[in-house]
């Protein structure tokens, strides 16, 4: 009998697989919850030929939750493949390096100061994660840019970026409805009008980011590498990095300040499609952190029905040990090259 731990996909099925465990994690995510509603109804529903609550349960509630994981898990996921690649640090993520706490700040001072202007979030929330991007990366290349201090200065931005999203919130109290689950991250009480103007946002930065697919595979030979077949390696970087601050930025925007799906879902990734093709792992990453934050939705809510729990609260009980692991894994890999 093979050891189960021997399984594996070949690396061409690896995206259709993920994409039909995404679709399989949709479906259950507009099935499940306090109530539940059958595969025929949420069809009936979406189809427009349903009626009653079980037609208005997921129209108005499940349908704008259940996009707004896809869509949110997919770009953290993204977003945290190309930080990834580009620093060439596997402890790199949106929210390890404070991309998302300046994404944060940048939707509460737009929600602060321009409170209608609602399509406007996911760009100010742009503006912040570049913002917190940039400066980690100021202080890694003053210091030295070793792995473990990009880490330390991103937990030190995301501490002062938390800050600032605070001293809003004191003299704008009202800015930020439900503050503390945008704080810990969640889908609850979701509306498309909400996720849609994010939704433009995170397409036009997916397409950018698989045209450069190409450039990244070269960039991730080294930096040295790249220069000398013509890439503008430092260019293109800040470029990549700018694209995975949108996409982590216009997350954040209406799905809040949901950690680890950006660290745990592009090393789920690289394990299962492997890093000969970047257009490829950023799709695997893609699909599986759909189907990642979709799934911890499902199981928040339904774990202690008719209790909903934050699925911020899941992904951070998941999130944390891998988190560990990986560092004690890099800690162990340098003692190993000293020895």
């Not at 189809?47 to 707004?68: D, M």
């Not at 969640?186 to 450039?215: C, D, H, K, Q, Y």
């Not at 799906?261 to 299962?272: N, S």
Request: with cysteine; glycine share 12%.
């Amino acid at each position: 009998m093979k050891d189960w731990r021997t399984f594996s996909i070949p690396a061409e099925r690896v995206v259709p697989a993920l994409g039909a465990l995404a679709a399989l994690s949709a479906l259950l995510s507009l099935c499940l919850g306090a109530a539940s509603v059958s595969p025929g109804e949420v069809l009936a529903a979406l189809l427009g030929k349903g009626s009653g609550p079980a037609a208005q349960i997921v129209l108005y509630a499940r349908l704008p939750r259940t996009c707004g994981c896809l869509l949110a898990g997919a770009a953290l996921a993204a977003s945290g493949t190309v930080i990834q690649g580009t620093l060439g640090n596997p402890l790199a993520a949106p929210n390890v390096i404070g991309v998302n706490a300046g994404a944060g700040l940048g939707t509460a001072v737009c929600a602060a100061l321009w409170p209608a202007w609602t399509a406007a979030a996911p760009f100010a929330a742009f503006l912040g994660a570049l913002g917190g991007v940039l400066l980690v990366l100021a202080i890694g290349a003053r210091s030295g840019a070793s792995r473990m201090t990009l880490v330390l200065a991103g937990v030190a931005v995301s501490g002062m970026f938390s800050a600032g999203i605070d001293a809003v919130l004191t003299f704008f109290p009202d800015a930020l409805n439900g503050y503390t689950d945008f704080r810990v991250g969640g889908a609850a009480n979701l509306s498309m009008s909400r996720v849609v103007p994010a939704f433009w946002v995170i397409l036009a930065a997916l397409l950018l980011t698989f045209s450069l697919a190409g450039e990244l595979d070269v960039l991730l030979l080294g930096e040295e590498t790249a220069r000398s077949l013509g890439l503008p390696a430092r260019r293109l970087r800040l470029v990549l990095l700018a694209l995975a601050a949108a996409l982590a930025g216009a997350a954040v925007s209406f799905a809040g300040l949901l950690g680890f799906v950006g660290l745990i879902a592009p090393h789920m990734a690289r394990r299962l499609a492997g890093e000969d093709s970047s257009a490829r792992l950023l799709a695997a990453a893609a699909l599986g952190g759909a189907a990642l934050l979709t799934l911890c939705d499902v199981l928040a809510r339904t774990l202690f029905a008719p209790y909903e729990l934050p699925v911020g609260v899941v992904l951070s009980l998941l999130g944390g040990p891998f988190f560990l692991r990986l560092l004690l894994r890099q800690r162990r890999g340098r003692g190993a090259g000293r020895g």
